[in-house]
């Protein structure tokens, strides 16, 4: 881009054209559309607010400027900064429902569809049998005992089997028994089984409504004091380990779970001289259960705010700033920088790194949004895949008279964007900017720091 000298210079407008003329030997240059709409809005603004100090830096080189400092961690507990993290359950909440699943055999259960959820353990099986039906112990092929969640590992959401870390032997002791999964689906739920091999089991699950449990609650008499889960879902599961497809552990009766019956008897099979029926499921889904909440996002907070003129200028000199304003969050998501747009009072197309900020909001190039004038819209948030560390170098442009120009704010000359606190409130439609702030001037000027929109 053709920067503009003013120094030893004439500018003249002749024909719809802006000439550059040398006073040395009198060469005229012709300019592009660019630099004659930069010259004219450089031009009105010194005329509005005089010639910026040679050090201002329109607040990217302090407000706009963030150092990142989070790092990708899929086993990390900064949800909170994303997600609104759900509360812990109350020991009589879990008591209920572990009571439900131990008390009803092969419960009729429902299913959900989320792709976003939390996993929050709940129970593991065999840590209290009180009033139960089922001890959650199992008897190996050989006739030893086996607690069915030692063996449950790696417990995983949907049919593509994604892994929910951390939970392992029925149970989540990090990050306060709780899991987020993003991307995720809950068509079904499986274990792998430690006893053999890694078993996956995907049809050993069942998913409750909370409000199903309560009704069973209430029907038997049971102590409901702190103990609802209106509106909840949860997932039981009951413990199975099977021969292989191939027969291949049949011989090692510790592997799986089986009966021994009478020679003979209906679907048993024969190992070493003896007949099993296989299989050691009891009906009851509770020696896993957890509960699956569907994640919600908080609105995300910027960390500093940028507001834009759109090089346009008329006999009002229009200095009001808001034909963008958007915040910025650094390095959110982790590696990535999150834009969340506030309002576009201007009406020619501008882009945010190549994206139209009318059509984020959903209206025409010529509608205003959110500046008083137009209409009134949600802020639209969206994320660029690259992590700025300073908002200035995030690509502002505009479309004018058929030439995309950039907007910019470089030290000591005439800026078309600002980076201000994200407690600046822009100007509606029209209002002028020092106006709105009598220290304006100044802060142009470099009589005032970074903070002009908050002095008095």
């Not at 959820?117 to 129970?123: E, G, K, M, P, R």
């Amino acid at each position: 881009m053709k920067r503009l000298a003013f120094f030893g210079a004439v500018l003249t407008m002749a024909a719809g054209t802006l000439s550059f003329t040398s006073c040395s030997n009198h060469e005229v240059e012709q300019w592009s559309q660019e630099d004659m709409t930069r010259a004219k809005y450089e031009q009105a603004f010194i005329k509005r607010f005089g010639q910026p100090a040679k050090d201002q830096t329109w607040g990217f080189g302090t407000i706009g400027t963030k150092v990142g400092v989070r790092s990708a961690n899929t086993n990390g507990n900064m949800w909170a900064d994303t997600w609104e993290v759900p509360a812990s359950l109350t020991d009589a909440q879990k008591d209920i429902v572990r009571r439900y699943f131990q008390q009803n055999k092969q419960p009729k259960g429902i299913s959900i569809n989320y792709s976003d959820f939390f996993v929050q353990q709940v129970y593991k099986g065999h840590t209290n049998t009180s009033e139960s039906q089922t001890t959650e112990v199992y008897k190996a092929a050989s006739g030893g005992d086996v607690i069915g969640s030692d063996k449950m590992n790696r417990l995983s959401a949907g049919s593509d089997n994604d892994h929910i870390n951390n939970f392992n032997f029925g149970d989540c002791t990090a990050w306060n028994g709780l899991m987020l999964m993003e991307n995720s689906k809950t068509d079904c739920f499986g274990f792998s089984n430690s006893n053999d091999e890694g078993r996956q089991y995907n049809d050993q699950y069942v998913i409750i409504a909370g409000d199903d449990i309560m009704t069973w609650a209430r029907n038997n008499g049971k102590d409901l004091a702190g103990a609802d889960v209106s509106g909840m879902y949860f997932v039981g599961f009951d413990f199975e380990s099977l021969p292989k497809a191939d027969n291949s552990n049949l011989v090692n009766t510790n592997e799986w779970l089986g009966k021994e019956v009478a020679e003979g008897s209906a679907d048993a099979v024969q190992v070493n001289g003896k007949w099993y029926l296989v299989g050691g499921a009891d009906g009851y889904y509770s020696d896993w259960i957890v509960r699956i909440i569907p994640g919600e996002k908080k609105a995300v907070k910027g960390d500093i705010r940028v507001i834009a003129e759109d090089l346009s200028v008329d006999e009002k000199s229009d200095f009001d700033f808001n034909d963008v304003v958007f915040d910025v969050k650094f390095n959110y998501p982790a590696g990535k920088t999150t834009i969340i747009l506030q309002a576009a009072g201007g009406t020619l197309p501008l882009y945010i790194a190549g994206k139209e900020v009318h059509g984020l909001f959903g209206v025409s190039e010529t509608t205003m949004v959110n500046t008083g004038r137009g209409v009134t819209k949600a802020p639209v948030t969206f994320v660029l895949d690259a992590a700025y560390n300073d908002a200035n170098n995030i690509e502002v442009t505009v479309k004018k008279d058929g030439v995309v120009i950039p907007i910019t704010a470089e030290r000591g000359k005439v800026a078309s964007k600002i980076a201000v606190g994200t407690n600046y409130d822009w100007c509606s439609e029209r209002e002028d900017i020092e106006a709105r702030y009598p220290s304006f001037g100044k802060y142009v000027k470099g009589e005032i720091g970074d903070n002009w929109w908050e002095v008095k």
